[in-house]
C-alpha cells in the first residue's frame, strides 16, 4: 500500500496524456512511462474517496500538426485525434465524474499545456479548486507546461514525481527547475505536501 498524499475535496488530480503513443511501442514512447501506472490509478483511487476531481487530458492532433516533422515541428506524428495511439492506456482508471481536457486540436499551434486554449481553469474556481495535483507524461512538456500555467494562474501546485517520466534525464532536470522556479512544488515519491 503506497502513502497518501492527504487529498481533500478542494483539490484536483491533473492526469496529463496518458496514451498509447506515450507508452513503449507508441509513436513517441516516453522512457519508463509504464512504471507510473499503479501510482496514478492509486492517487485516482485516493482520489475518488477524497472527492477529488479527477481531471484527465488528452494530446488530440489534427494529422497536419505543426508539432509534426512533415510540418517541420520537433515530433513524430503522434496522438492523432481517433487513432489507436490517441486512446488512453488500458490500464489507466477512469472512473466516473472524470473532466476531459483535449488539446492541441489546431494545425497552426502548439499547445503544451493543459490551461493554453481551454476552460480548464474556470471550470477548477467553478468547483473551488485551490491545489493541483499534476502527474502523468511528460514531465518536460505537458507536465511541466501545465503545472507552471496552473501555479502563474493562481493554484497551489504539486508535482509528483513518482507519477511522471520525462522525454529525457536532462529535460527532466531542467523542468524541474522550472517548475520550482515557477513556485510549483515538486514531491518526491515518499513525501507529502506538508513534507517537502
Ligand atoms: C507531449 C510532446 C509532444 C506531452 C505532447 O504530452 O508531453 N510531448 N506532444
Ligand atoms: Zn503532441
Known amino acids: 500500500m503506497r502513502k497518501k498524499i492527504g487529498l481533500r475535496s478542494t483539490d484536483a488530480l491533473l492526469i496529463v496524456d496518458l496514451q498509447l503513443d506515450f507508452f513503449s511501442g507508441g509513436k513517441l514512447a516516453v522512457p519508463h512511462a509504464e512504471e507510473i501506472l499503479p501510482v496514478v490509478n492509486d492517487l485516482v483511487d485516493e482520489a475518488r474517496k477524497s472527492g477529488t476531481q479527477i481531471i484527465v487530458s488528452r494530446d488530440w492532433h489534427p494529422p497536419d500538426h505543426i508539432s509534426f516533422a512533415a510540418q517541420g515541428g520537433d515530433w513524430p506524428q503522434h496522438c492523432v485525434r481517433g487513432t489507436r495511439g490517441a486512446e488512453f492506456h488500458p490500464q489507466l482508471r477512469l472512473p466516473a465524474g472524470v473532466l476531459f481536457v483535449s488539446k492541441a486540436k489546431r494545425p497552426e499551434r502548439e499547445q503544451y499545456s493543459d ?41 497551489e501546485t504539486h508535482v509528483l514525481r513518482a507519477a511522471t517520466r520525462p522525454v529525457t534525464r536532462e529535460g527532466g532536470e531542467s523542468a524541474r527547475a522550472e517548475m520550482r522556479a515557477a513556485g510549483v512544488t515538486v514531491i518526491e515519491s515518499s513525501r507529502s505536501p506538508q513534507d517537502v
Do not use: N, P, Q
Not at 467553478?126 to 507546461?145: N, Q, S
Open 115 to 155: 490551461f493554453d486554449g481551454t476552460s480548464l481553469a474556470e471550470e477548477l474556481r467553478r468547483r473551488a479548486i485551490d491545489r493541483i495535483f499534476v502527474v502523468g507524461l511528460a514531465e518536460d512538456f505537458c507536465v511541466k507546461c501545465s503545472a507552471i500555467d496552473a501555479a502563474r494562474l493562481g493554484f
